[in-house]
Protein backbone atom coordinates (compact mmCIF):
# COMPACT_ATOMS: atom_id res chain seq x y z
CA UNK A 1 0.00 0.00 0.00
CA UNK A 2 1.36 3.38 -0.95
CA UNK A 3 2.18 6.08 1.71
CA UNK A 4 1.16 9.62 1.25
CA UNK A 5 3.23 12.14 2.75
CA UNK A 6 3.64 16.28 3.71
CA UNK A 7 7.01 17.36 4.85
CA UNK A 8 7.20 20.97 5.76
CA UNK A 9 10.59 23.04 5.67
CA UNK A 10 12.19 19.89 3.71
CA UNK A 11 14.59 22.17 1.17
CA UNK A 12 17.41 21.17 3.10
CA UNK A 13 18.50 20.14 6.93
CA UNK A 14 16.57 18.37 9.01
CA UNK A 15 13.36 18.11 6.24
CA UNK A 16 15.36 16.94 3.59
CA UNK A 17 16.73 13.94 5.43
CA UNK A 18 13.57 13.01 6.61
CA UNK A 19 12.45 12.87 3.22
CA UNK A 20 14.93 10.87 1.79
CA UNK A 21 14.60 8.74 4.52
CA UNK A 22 10.87 8.17 4.06
CA UNK A 23 11.64 8.43 0.29
CA UNK A 24 10.21 4.59 -1.60
CA UNK A 25 9.11 2.98 -4.81
CA UNK A 26 5.56 3.17 -3.09
CA UNK A 27 5.68 6.48 -1.69
CA UNK A 28 4.27 9.69 -2.50
CA UNK A 29 5.75 13.09 -1.12
CA UNK A 30 5.20 16.74 -1.05
CA UNK A 31 8.06 19.11 0.16
CA UNK A 32 7.51 22.54 0.67
CA UNK A 33 9.89 25.44 1.54
CA UNK A 34 9.00 29.39 1.71
CA UNK A 35 12.61 30.80 1.24
CA UNK A 36 14.40 28.44 -0.88
CA UNK A 37 12.68 27.26 -3.89
CA UNK A 38 15.70 26.35 -5.68
CA UNK A 39 16.99 24.23 -2.88
CA UNK A 40 13.47 22.71 -3.27
CA UNK A 41 13.65 21.87 -6.75
CA UNK A 42 17.28 20.37 -6.04
CA UNK A 43 15.93 18.16 -3.08
CA UNK A 44 12.40 17.15 -5.37
CA UNK A 45 14.70 15.92 -8.08
CA UNK A 46 16.84 13.89 -5.49
CA UNK A 47 13.51 12.25 -4.56
CA UNK A 48 12.09 11.58 -7.93
CA UNK A 49 14.14 8.89 -8.44
CA UNK A 50 13.32 7.19 -5.44
CA UNK A 51 9.78 7.75 -5.06
CA UNK A 52 6.62 7.48 -7.05
CA UNK A 53 5.50 10.92 -6.97
CA UNK A 54 7.10 14.12 -5.68
CA UNK A 55 5.73 17.57 -5.40
CA UNK A 56 7.15 20.28 -4.75
CA UNK A 57 5.00 23.75 -2.93
CA UNK A 58 6.94 27.16 -2.26
CA UNK A 59 4.69 28.74 0.57
CA UNK A 60 4.47 30.01 3.83
CA UNK A 61 3.11 27.43 6.23
CA UNK A 62 2.33 30.42 9.04
CA UNK A 63 -0.06 31.62 6.39
CA UNK A 64 -3.36 29.53 6.44
CA UNK A 65 -4.08 30.56 2.69
CA UNK A 66 -0.65 29.22 1.70
CA UNK A 67 -1.40 26.15 3.66
CA UNK A 68 -4.97 25.70 2.47
CA UNK A 69 -3.40 25.78 -1.12
CA UNK A 70 -1.05 22.67 -0.19
CA UNK A 71 -3.33 20.48 0.76
CA UNK A 72 -5.71 20.97 -2.12
CA UNK A 73 -2.57 20.02 -4.00
CA UNK A 74 -1.73 17.23 -1.74
CA UNK A 75 -5.12 16.00 -1.92
CA UNK A 76 -5.95 16.37 -5.49
CA UNK A 77 -2.50 14.93 -6.35
CA UNK A 78 -2.56 11.77 -3.96
CA UNK A 79 -6.24 11.47 -2.64
CA UNK A 80 -5.32 11.65 1.13
CA UNK A 81 -2.53 12.54 3.69
CA UNK A 82 -1.27 9.45 5.98
CA UNK A 83 1.91 11.05 7.26
CA UNK A 84 2.27 14.89 8.11
CA UNK A 85 5.98 16.35 9.86
CA UNK A 86 5.90 19.57 10.60
CA UNK A 87 9.28 20.56 10.56
CA UNK A 88 9.15 24.53 9.14
CA UNK A 89 10.92 26.73 11.46
CA UNK A 90 13.01 29.20 12.44
CA UNK A 91 15.22 30.49 15.05
CA UNK A 92 16.29 34.13 16.58
CA UNK A 93 19.18 34.40 18.64
CA UNK A 94 19.29 37.92 20.72
CA UNK A 95 18.26 39.62 24.06
CA UNK A 96 14.45 39.56 24.81
CA UNK A 97 14.43 43.18 25.12
CA UNK A 98 15.60 43.96 21.77
CA UNK A 99 12.82 41.67 20.02
CA UNK A 100 10.39 43.91 17.62
CA UNK A 101 6.62 42.81 17.93
CA UNK A 102 7.38 42.58 14.39
CA UNK A 103 9.86 39.98 14.57
CA UNK A 104 7.68 38.07 17.97
CA UNK A 105 4.69 37.60 15.44
CA UNK A 106 6.99 36.11 12.89
CA UNK A 107 8.23 33.40 15.02
CA UNK A 108 5.17 32.58 16.27
CA UNK A 109 3.61 32.18 12.90
CA UNK A 110 6.10 30.14 11.83
CA UNK A 111 6.93 27.54 14.20
CA UNK A 112 3.67 27.32 15.89
CA UNK A 113 1.10 28.81 13.39
CA UNK A 114 2.44 26.96 10.77
CA UNK A 115 1.56 23.12 13.35
CA UNK A 116 -2.28 24.45 13.36
CA UNK A 117 -2.24 25.25 10.10
CA UNK A 118 -1.07 22.08 8.55
CA UNK A 119 -2.73 20.01 11.52
CA UNK A 120 -6.15 21.37 10.54
CA UNK A 121 -6.40 20.53 7.40
CA UNK A 122 -4.51 17.40 8.01
CA UNK A 123 -6.50 15.82 10.60
CA UNK A 124 -10.03 16.50 8.52
CA UNK A 125 -8.85 14.28 5.76
CA UNK A 126 -7.06 11.53 8.78
CA UNK A 127 -10.47 11.16 10.86
CA UNK A 128 -12.52 10.78 7.87
CA UNK A 129 -10.11 7.60 6.86
CA UNK A 130 -9.44 6.74 10.79
CA UNK A 131 -6.02 6.62 10.65
CA UNK A 132 -2.62 9.39 10.09
CA UNK A 133 0.14 9.94 11.78
CA UNK A 134 1.61 13.12 12.65
CA UNK A 135 5.17 14.51 13.90
CA UNK A 136 6.33 17.64 14.98
CA UNK A 137 10.04 18.31 15.19
CA UNK A 138 10.33 20.64 18.07
CA UNK A 139 13.39 21.38 20.58
CA UNK A 140 15.09 20.87 23.76
CA UNK A 141 14.67 24.56 24.40
CA UNK A 142 10.80 23.97 24.78
CA UNK A 143 10.95 21.91 27.57
CA UNK A 144 14.03 23.88 29.46
CA UNK A 145 14.13 27.43 27.67
CA UNK A 146 17.07 28.87 26.59
CA UNK A 147 18.69 32.32 27.63
CA UNK A 148 18.71 34.78 24.33
CA UNK A 149 15.89 32.57 22.38
CA UNK A 150 13.18 33.53 24.37
CA UNK A 151 10.90 33.56 21.51
CA UNK A 152 12.14 30.83 19.94
CA UNK A 153 11.85 28.10 23.48
CA UNK A 154 8.10 29.89 23.99
CA UNK A 155 7.09 28.61 20.28
CA UNK A 156 8.70 25.15 20.88
CA UNK A 157 7.29 24.55 24.03
CA UNK A 158 3.43 25.40 22.54
CA UNK A 159 4.52 23.01 19.92
CA UNK A 160 5.19 20.43 22.64
CA UNK A 161 1.87 21.20 24.66
CA UNK A 162 0.05 21.67 21.19
CA UNK A 163 0.87 17.70 20.80
CA UNK A 164 0.07 16.30 23.75
CA UNK A 165 -2.93 17.43 23.75
CA UNK A 166 -4.04 17.08 20.03
CA UNK A 167 -2.75 13.03 20.60
CA UNK A 168 -5.20 12.88 23.41
CA UNK A 169 -8.36 14.04 21.63
CA UNK A 170 -6.98 12.12 18.27
CA UNK A 171 -6.33 8.90 19.56
CA UNK A 172 -10.08 7.30 19.67
CA UNK A 173 -10.04 8.24 15.91
CA UNK A 174 -6.52 5.78 15.43
CA UNK A 175 -4.34 9.17 15.05
CA UNK A 176 -1.26 8.92 16.82
CA UNK A 177 1.17 12.82 17.33
CA UNK A 178 4.15 12.58 19.11
CA UNK A 179 7.25 15.42 18.75
CA UNK A 180 11.15 15.22 18.85
CA UNK A 181 12.87 17.46 21.10
CA UNK A 182 15.92 18.03 19.07
CA UNK A 183 19.41 18.94 20.88
CA UNK A 184 22.50 20.36 18.81
CA UNK A 185 22.03 19.40 15.38
CA UNK A 186 24.39 20.35 12.54
CA UNK A 187 22.54 22.52 10.55
CA UNK A 188 22.40 25.89 9.07
CA UNK A 189 19.93 26.79 12.06
CA UNK A 190 23.46 27.05 14.09
CA UNK A 191 25.35 29.00 11.70
CA UNK A 192 25.75 32.25 13.66
CA UNK A 193 28.16 29.77 15.75
CA UNK A 194 31.83 29.97 15.52
CA UNK A 195 33.86 27.04 14.44
CA UNK A 196 35.08 27.46 18.13
CA UNK A 197 31.65 27.96 19.73
CA UNK A 198 30.65 24.60 17.98
CA UNK A 199 33.68 22.85 19.58
CA UNK A 200 32.55 24.48 22.83
CA UNK A 201 29.38 23.22 22.47
CA UNK A 202 30.28 19.49 21.36
CA UNK A 203 32.33 19.39 24.49
CA UNK A 204 29.09 19.93 26.92
CA UNK A 205 27.09 17.11 25.01
CA UNK A 206 27.59 13.50 26.51
CA UNK A 207 28.06 11.67 23.02
CA UNK A 208 30.59 14.31 22.23
CA UNK A 209 29.25 15.99 18.98
CA UNK A 210 26.43 17.28 17.20
CA UNK A 211 23.76 14.91 16.13
CA UNK A 212 23.45 14.72 12.39
CA UNK A 213 20.03 15.38 10.43
CA UNK A 214 20.27 11.79 9.17
CA UNK A 215 19.68 10.30 12.80
CA UNK A 216 16.63 12.64 13.27
CA UNK A 217 15.56 11.12 10.27
CA UNK A 218 16.12 7.57 11.51
CA UNK A 219 13.89 8.40 14.08
CA UNK A 220 11.03 9.84 13.09
CA UNK A 221 10.80 6.77 10.66
CA UNK A 222 11.37 4.37 13.61
CA UNK A 223 8.23 6.69 15.15
CA UNK A 224 6.15 5.95 11.88
CA UNK A 225 6.99 2.28 12.56
CA UNK A 226 6.00 1.86 15.96
CA UNK A 227 2.71 0.72 17.53
CA UNK A 228 0.19 2.74 17.56
CA UNK A 229 -0.29 3.19 21.33
CA UNK A 230 3.03 5.63 20.94
CA UNK A 231 1.17 9.17 21.32
CA UNK A 232 1.21 12.01 22.85
CA UNK A 233 5.42 11.80 23.33
CA UNK A 234 7.96 14.42 23.29
CA UNK A 235 11.12 12.53 22.37
CA UNK A 236 14.35 14.63 23.94
CA UNK A 237 16.75 13.47 21.02
CA UNK A 238 20.22 15.23 22.53
CA UNK A 239 22.67 12.85 22.59
CA UNK A 240 22.16 13.34 26.66
CA UNK A 241 23.15 16.70 26.72
CA UNK A 242 20.10 17.82 28.95
Not at 12 to 24: C, T, V
Not at 55 to 65: A, H, P, R
Not at 197 to 207: F, K, S
Not at 210 to 235: F, H, M, N
Request: aromatic letters at 8%; one cysteine or more.
Amino acid sequence: MSRNIIITGASRGIGKAIAKNLAGPDTNILISSFHNSSLLEETKKELSCISNKVISFTGDMGNYEDVEKMFDLALKEFGSVDVLINNAGISMVGLFQDMSYKEWQEILNTNLGSVYNCCHFAVNDMIKRHEGKIINISSVWGLYGASCEVAYSATKGGVDAFTKALAKELAPSNIQVNAIACGAIDTEMNGHLSKEELEELALEIPEGRLGDPSEVAELVRKILESPSYLTGQIIQFDGGWI
